[in-house]
């Protein structure tokens, strides 16, 4: 039986890739620095997408933000 990695990644996974605090992570989001989409009660972050934006710098994609 092989282990697959999710294609999703969590706010704590993100914030020990950037060695930040989850809140951090959380605020990213909210001014969308970090690509994700608020579904609900949480974040979801492909991991297709915040690789591709840490292979860019950080620099827009245009990402959709959320709105409050």
């Keep these: 039986m092989s282990v697959q990695t999710s294609n999703r990644l969590t706010v704590l996974e ?3 890739k950037l060695a930040i605090g989850k809140m951090a992570v959380y605020d990213m989001l909210e001014r969308g620095i970090i690509p994700g ?3 609900g009660k949480r974040w979801i972050v492909t991991r ?3 690789e ?3 292979r860019t710098c950080g620099t827009s994609i245009n990402m959709p933000r959320k709105t409050a």
């Design 14 to 16: 993100i914030a020990k």
């Design 37 to 39: 989409i608020w579904l």
């Design 48 to 50: 297709h997408a915040y």
């Design 52 to 54: 591709q934006w840490e």
